[in-house]
C-alpha cells in the first residue's frame, strides 16, 4: 500500500513516512490478527448438532490484557508522534529566506520581498502559482488566504497548511532535491477547487542564483 | 420506576383507529420507528444516486452521464443521447448533499429514530415511549427538515456546495460559492433536524430511566438499549451546539453579523470548533446503536453470552465521555495552535481503547459459540469488519505528524466510510433481524444471503482502494483527478472504485425486492424466531398497542444462552424459572 507514496523531498518528510511505515505494520497485523481468529472460530464453532455452546460470561484476565496492550502502544505512538509534531509544526527554525503566500479563490499570490527583505514594499517582486526556492535553504511561509479556507499542500515535501482568512500563519520548509513539484489546494475553496493548484520550483543553490539575478533583481524604474 | 409501563400494560381496549392516526399522526412507537424506516430507506436512494454520480466524475470526468441530460443548464450541461455532464458547482452540490444525507436523513432516522422507537419501549418491558405526543412531533419536524432539505435541489442556484462540514467562510457568503438559498435552506433543516432528533433523545433518555418493567435494572438492559440510552445523552449534548453554530451561521448569511467572518472581527476556526464539538460526538451517535444491535446479534446467533458484558457497557460509556474531547482532531493543520493539536493527539489515542477493547470482545463472543449464519449474523460480522478496518485506518490520522499529509486525503474518505458506510450492515443485519417483529413476516434467508455476498465484496472494493489514492496523496473533493500529474498515474484506482460502487449500489435492489415481498408474501413469523431472548421477543406477534399481554418481570441478562439451568440454548429475560421448579417438585 505504502508503495504509492510519493517520493519525499523534505528534510523532514523521513520521520513523517517511518512513523507512517510503523502504524502501518502495526494495524496490518492487529488486522489480520483479528481477521485470522474471526474466521478460524467462524469456521471451528459453526452450528453442529449435539454440540452447545459454551457457557461463559467473560474472562476479566483477558479484558485488562487487551485493555493495557492497545493502550501502551497508543500512547508510545503518541509519544514518538510529539517531537516530529514539534520539529515541523511549533519550532519554526530561522532563515534569512522569507515568502510571503495568500490564497485567493483560486490562485497563489507569491510575493519574495525584494532586496529590502521586507514585504509591502515597492520592490516586492509577485508570482502566480509560481514558488521558486533553492534546496538545502530552510523556506519560511508567510500564509495567508484573502477570501475563503484553503490548503497549501505539497505531497513531495510532505507539508500541509491551511491558510484562513484574518491570519497570518508562519510555516517552513527545506527541499533536498532540486525538481518541479506540485503544489494543489488541498481545502474546499469553491468552484474552482479542482485545479487550483501551482508548483514549487526547487533550484540547485547556483540555478537559483542565475533564476533569481534574472527575476528578482530590482527593476530599472 | 416502572408503576407507568405497568399501568399501560392493563389498558385493555382501544378504539380502532382511523387510516390517518394509524399510519401518520400515530403515537404507538412501534409505528413511529416504522414511518422513520420507511423515509430513512427513500433518503438511503437519494444519498445513493448522488454518490454514483460523484464517482462517475470522479472515474470518467466530464463526461456525459446517461440520462442525466434531463436537466437544464447551467446545473447540467447536455451531452449525446440524452447524457449529462456534471459541471464542478454540480458537483460541489452532489457530495454535500450526498453527505448531509447520510448523515442526517438515513443513518440517523434509521439507527436512532427507527431502532431507537421500536426498539426501546419493547425491549425495556414498557408499554409505549414516555412521551407518545413529542414522538409523533419528532417524526414530523424531521420528516419536515428532510422536505425543506430536499426543496433545495429546487431553488436557483442549486443546493449547498460548501460541504457537509460547512466550513465559514466558504458557507458564510454567497459570493464565495455562488449557492444563496440552498445554503440558506440546508441551514434551516438542520436546525429543524436538531430540534427533531432534541425531542427523541429526551423521551429516549426518560422512557429508559423511568420505564423499565421490574427486575429490569440498568445491567440487566440489553447492549442495544445500552448503546440506545447513551446515544440518546449525547445526542442532548452535542446537538444544542451545532444549531447554535448554524444559527451563528444563517445570521452572517442573512442579517450581516460576522461571527466567522474576519472581516467584521469575527473568526472562522471558530466554526470548526463549534461544529466538531458537535461533529465527533455525532460520529459515536452514529455508531454507538451500531455497536449496540451487532452485539446483541453477535451473541444471540453464537448461542453464547456476550463477552465481557460489563466492559461492553463501560466502553461505550467511556467512548461517549472521550468523544468531547477529541474534537480538535480535526483540525491538526487548520492554524489552531500546534500545541492544542498534541493534546488532541493523546485525547485520539485513548479513545481507540475503548474501540479495541468492544472489537476484543466480538471475538470473545464468538469464541466457543454455536454460531448461526443467519442473513443478520452475516450482516453483523460484515459491520466488525468493516469497524476493524476504520478503527484501525483511524490511528493513522491521530498522530498529528502523519496527519499532515493524509488530511484532507482519500485516505480520510477512506476511514471515514468505513466507520460510518460500515454502520449500513449494522443497519441491514436489524432490519433483516426485527422484520419479523416489525411486519410479522420473515424476510427471505436465500435472497438476503446474496445481499450480503454482493455488498460486502463490493463495498471494500469501492472503500478499501481508497486508502491506496490517500496514500499517493489524493485530495478530497477534487472535481477533476485528471488535473493533477501525481493523481494521474493512480486513475486506474480511480474507474476500479466507480464500478465497485455502481455495482454495490445495483446490489441494493435484491434488498429492495426482498424488503418489498417479505412485506406483503413473505413467510408468518412466529412470536421468537430466532429463538432469542430480549423482551421484545416475549411480546406477541404483532405487538398490539401496549406491547404486552401482562408486563413482564424480569429475571435475568439478556445473554443467557446455553444456560445449563436449562435444557433448550436460550433463557428469556422474563422466564420465571423458580415458580416451574416449584410446579415441578409437586
Known amino acids: 500500500m505504502l508503495r504509492w507514496l510519493p517520493e519525499d523531498v523534505s528534510t523532514y518528510g523521513h520521520e513523517i513516512d517511518s512513523l507512517f511505515y510503523l502504524i502501518y505494520y502495526i494495524t496490518a497485523a492487529t488486522f489480520v490478527l483479528v481477521t485470522v481468529l474471526m474466521i478460524w472460530f467462524l469456521i471451528k464453532y459453526r452450528e453442529q448438532p449435539g454440540r452447545r455452546a459454551v457457557y461463559n460470561h467473560g474472562n476479566t484476565t483477558l479484558e485488562i490484557i487487551w485493555t493495557v496492550i492497545p493502550a501502551a502502544i497508543l500512547i508510545v505512538l503518541s509519544f514518538m508522534s510529539v517531537n516530529t509534531w514539534a520539529k515541523i509544526k511549533r519550532n519554526i527554525p530561522a532563515s534569512d529566506f522569507e515568502i510571503q503566500v495568500t490564497a485567493k479563490q483560486f490562485n497563489w499570490d507569491v510575493v519574495y520581498p525584494g532586496a529590502d527583505g521586507k514585504f509591502g514594499t515597492p520592490d516586492d517582486v509577485k508570482f502566480d502559482n509560481d514558488l521558486h526556492v533553492p534546496m538545502n535553504k530552510v523556506v519560511r511561509v508567510h500564509l495567508m488566504s484573502s477570501d475563503v479556507i484553503h490548503s497549501f499542500f505539497i505531497p513531495n515535501l510532505r507539508f500541509k497548511q491551511d491558510a484562513v482568512p484574518g491570519r497570518t500563519i508562519l510555516t517552513w520548509f527545506e527541499a533536498k532535491k532540486a525538481g518541479r513539484y506540485e503544489l494543489p489546494c488541498a481545502e474546499l475553496c469553491g468552484f474552482g477547487h479542482s485545479g487550483m493548484k501551482g508548483w514549487l520550483n526547487v533550484y540547485t543553490p547556483e540555478d537559483y542564483q542565475k533564476w533569481a539575478a534574472e527575476k528578482l533583481a530590482p527593476k530599472p524604474q | ?586
Do not use: C
Not at chain 2, 472489537?359 to 469464541?367: I, K, S, Y
Not at chain 2, 478503527?391 to 490520522?397: C, R, V
Not at chain 2, 419479523?436 to 446474496?450: A, E, S, T, V, W
Open chain 2, 1 to 586: 420506576m416502572s408503576e407507568s409501563a405497568a399501568a399501560h400494560g392493563a389498558h385493555g381496549h382501544h378504539p380502532k383507529p382511523s387510516f390517518i392516526s394509524h399510519y401518520l399522526f400515530s403515537l404507538d412507537h412501534k409505528m413511529i420507528g416504522r414511518q422513520f424506516l420507511f423515509v430513512g430507506l427513500l433518503m438511503l436512494m437519494i444519498g445513493g444516486i448522488l454518490a454514483m454520480l460523484v464517482r462517475w466524475q470522479l472515474a470518467w470526468p466530464e463526461s456525459p452521464v446517461p440520462g442525466l441530460g434531463f436537466i437544464s443548464e447551467p446545473y447540467i450541461y447536455p451531452g449525446p443521447n440524452g447524457g449529462g455532464i456534471i459541471p464542478p458547482q454540480t458537483y460541489n452540490a452532489l457530495f454535500t448533499m450526498h453527505a448531509t444525507i447520510m448523515i442526517f436523513f438515513v443513518v440517523m432516522p434509521i439507527m436512532v429514530g427507527t431502532f431507537g422507537n421500536f426498539l426501546i419501549p419493547l425491549m425495556i418491558g414498557a408499554g409505549d415511549m414516555a412521551f407518545p405526543k413529542l414522538n409523533m412531533l419528532s417524526f414530523w419536524v424531521g420528516a419536515i427538515s428532510g422536505i425543506v432539505m430536499l426543496s433545495s435541489f429546487f431553488v436557483p442556484g442549486g443546493p449547498a456546495a460548501g460541504g457537509w462540514t460547512g466550513y465559514a467562510t466558504l458557507s458564510a457568503k454567497t459570493q464565495y460559492t455562488g449557492v444563496e438559498w440552498g445554503q440558506h435552506l440546508w441551514i434551516i433543516a438542520l436546525m429543524l433536524n436538531g430540534v427533531s432528533s432534541l425531542m427523541g433523545a429526551i423521551n429516549y433518555i426518560t422512557t429508559v430511566v423511568n420505564m423499565r418493567a421490574p427486575g429490569m435494572g440498568y445491567f440487566r438492559m440489553p447492549l442495544t438499549v445500552w448503546s440506545l440510552f447513551i446515544t440518546a445523552i449525547l445526542l442532548l449534548l452535542a446537538l444544542p451546539v451545532l444549531t447554535a453554530a448554524l444559527a451563528m451561521l444563517l445570521f452572517d448569511r442573512m442579517a450581516g453579523t460576522s461571527f466567522f467572518l474576519p472581516e467584521g472581527g469575527g473568526e472562522p476556526l471558530l466554526w470548526q470548533h463549534m461544529f466538531w464539538f458537535f461533529g465527533h460526538p455525532e460520529v459515536y451517535i452514529l455508531v454507538l446503536p451500531a455497536m449496540g444491535i451487532t452485539s446483541d446479534l453477535l451473541s444471540t446467533f453464537s448461542r453464547k453470552p456476550i463477552f465481557g458484558y460489563h466492559a461492553m457497557a463501560f466502553s461505550m460509556i467511556a467512548i461517549a465521555f472521550l468523544s468531547w474531547i477529541v474534537w480538535g482532531h480535526h483540525m491538526f493543520i487548520s492554524g489552531m495552535n500546534p500545541l492544542l493539536g498534541t493534546a488532541f493527539m493523546m485525547t485520539t489515542m485513548v479513545i481507540a481503547v475503548p474501540s479495541a477493547i468492544k472489537v476484543f470482545n466480538w471475538l470473545g463472543t464468538l469464541w466457543g459459540g454455536s454460531i448461526r449464519l443467519t442473513v443478520p449474523m452475516l450482516f453483523a460480522l460484515g459491520f466488525v469488519s468493516n469497524f476493524l478496518i476504520g478503527g484501525l485506518s483511524g490511528i493513522f490520522m491521530a498522530s498529528t505528524p502523519v496527519d499532515i499529509f493524509i488530511h484532507d486525503t482519500y485516505f480520510i474518505v477512506a476511514h471515514f466510510h468505513y466507520v460510518v458506510a460500515g454502520i449500513i450492515f449494522a443497519l441491514f443485519a436489524a432490519v433483516y433481524y426485527w422484520f419479523p417483529k416489525m411486519f410479522y413476516r420473515q424476510m427471505n434467508q436465500p435472497l438476503g444471503k446474496i445481499h450480503f455476498v454482493l455488498t460486502y465484496i463490493f463495498f471494500n472494493g469501492a472503500f478499501f482502494p481508497m486508502h491506496f489514492l490517500g496514500v499517493g496523496g489524493h485530495m478530497r473533493r477534487i472535481y477533476n483527478p485528471l488535473q493533477y500529474e501525481f493523481i494521474t498515474p493512480m486513475h486506474d484506482w480511480n474507474v476500479f472504485i466507480t464500478w465497485s460502487a455502481l455495482i454495490l449500489g445495483a446490489s441494493q435492489i435484491f434488498f429492495l425486492i426482498n424488503f418489498f415481498w417479505s412485506l406483503f408474501a413473505g413467510k408468518k413469523a412466529e412470536r421468537n424466531p430466532w429463538q432469542a431472548n430480549t423482551l421484545e421477543w416475549s411480546a406477541p406477534t404483532p405487538p398490539p398497542h401496549g406491547n404486552f399481554e401482562v408486563t413482564p418481570t424480569v429475571y435475568r441478562g439478556a445473554y443467557e444462552y446455553s444456560s445449563p439451568e436449562v435444557q433448550e440454548d436460550w433463557l428469556p429475560q422474563d422466564k420465571d424459572l423458580g415458580s416451574r421448579a416449584a410446579a415441578k417438585a409437586h
